[in-house]
């Protein structure tokens, strides 16, 4: 017997929940294309290897990224991160 799952999250999640949860998604969406426009224009500059961009970012020449790598990155070039 299949259970009606929407009337299940009706009980489980307001309609304030839901709300946020659909912003949340929608905004999601729209900076998921736009990491796709700036992906396709990179790939436009023959100029552009990604093995030097890792490697600019990578602190400590330790084959892999985290986000202190990223932060101290943008703080040398002046991109105010707010937290």
């Not at 709300?19 to 729209?30: P, R, S, Y």
């Not at 290897?49 to 330790?62: E, H």
């Amino acid at each position: 017997m299949m259970m009606d799952t929407s009337v299940l999250n009706q009980e489980i999640m307001s309609h304030a929940t839901l709300v946020l949860l659909a912003q949340i998604l929608c905004k999601n969406a729209i900076l998921l294309r736009e990491v796709d426009y700036h992906k396709e224009a990179l790939v436009k500059m023959p100029e552009f290897v990604v093995l030097n961009a890792f490697k600019r970012l990578d602190r400590g020449d330790k084959d892999y990224l985290n986000t202190l790598d990223i932060l101290l990155f943008l703080k040398e070039n002046s991109v105010i991160v707010s937290e």
